[in-house]
T-cell receptor
Framework: DVKVTQSSRYLVKRTGEKVFLECVQDMDHENMFWYRQDPGLGLRLIYFSYDVKMKEKGDIPEGYSVSREKKERFSLILESASTNQTSMYLC?????????????FGAGTRLSVL | GENVEQHPSTLSVQEGDSAVIKCTYSDSASNYFPWYKQELGKGPQLIIDIRSNVGEKKDQRIAVTLNKTAKHFSLHITETQPEDSAVYFCAAKYNFNKFYFGSGTKLNVKP
């Protein structure tokens, strides 16, 4: 089974802090994604990466950056956390081989910015 | 870009009844429509999907229908069970690797 692991289930940070959310997948998937989940808004794409060191902006990239130095790891960075970034963050991965399109999600990181 | 609307936001049914969740999309270029189930404390998990060249797909108690002309697709769950209680999301694939998700439906199956 594909496993997508997010390093923290819960995080509490202060306004202005630099925050790192880490995601690791174990299926050699080329594509990785970061979503934000808010009640009534569904999942919104922040950034995605289709290869090591490659990234593309999603629909809500403002205030975020990403890093993909290794194929299995995709990091989401909040350069200066703000209270409006309090949310559930979901990481996902998919492959461009075979049954492409299926996204496998991690359990999520609930971030609170105080 | 794509826009996906999902209804209803909450749905309560009696065990054994059927549940239907509906989604509409805006971009006729979208060609892949997955449905995800998210249980409490877990990430979304794919339960069924359909491609634009197919009108209906079934997997045991779950079915998805797609009307390309009207740009809407629906999830049907028959003989609901308490373990079907979860949040369900529809999605549409807009272009290479970009998915747009609906706002979610919280399904409650009462024993």
């Amino acid at each position: 089974d594909v496993k997508v692991t997010q390093s923290s289930r819960y995080l509490v940070k202060r306004t202005g802090e630099k925050v790192f959310l880490e995601c690791v997948q174990d299926m050699d998937h080329e594509n990785m994604f970061w979503y934000r989940q808010d009640p009534g808004l569904g999942l919104r794409l922040i950034y995605f990466s289709y290869d090591v060191k490659m990234k593309e902006k999603g629909d809500i990239p403002e205030g975020y950056s990403v890093s993909r130095e290794k194929k299995e790891r995709f990091s989401l960075i909040l350069e200066s956390a703000s209270t409006n970034q309090t949310s559930m963050y979901l990481c996902a991965s998919s492959t461009s081989r075979g049954a492409a399109d299926i996204q496998y999600f991690g359990a999520g990181t609930r971030l609170s910015v105080l | 870009g794509e826009n996906v609307e999902q209804h209803p936001s909450t749905l309560s049914v009696q065990e054994g009844d059927s549940a239907v969740i509906k989604c509409t999309y805006s971009d006729s270029a979208s060609n892949y429509f997955p449905w995800y189930k998210q249980e409490l404390g877990k990430g979304p998990q794919l339960i069924i999907d359909i491609r634009s060249n197919v009108g209906e797909k079934k997997d045991q108690r779950i079915a998805v229908t797609l009307n390309k002309t009207a740009k809407h697709f629906s999830l049907h769950i028959t003989e609901t069970q308490p373990e079907d209680s979860a949040v369900y999301f529809c999605a549409a694939k807009y272009n290479f690797n970009k998915f747009y998700f609906g706002s979610g439906t919280k399904l409650n199956v009462k024993p």
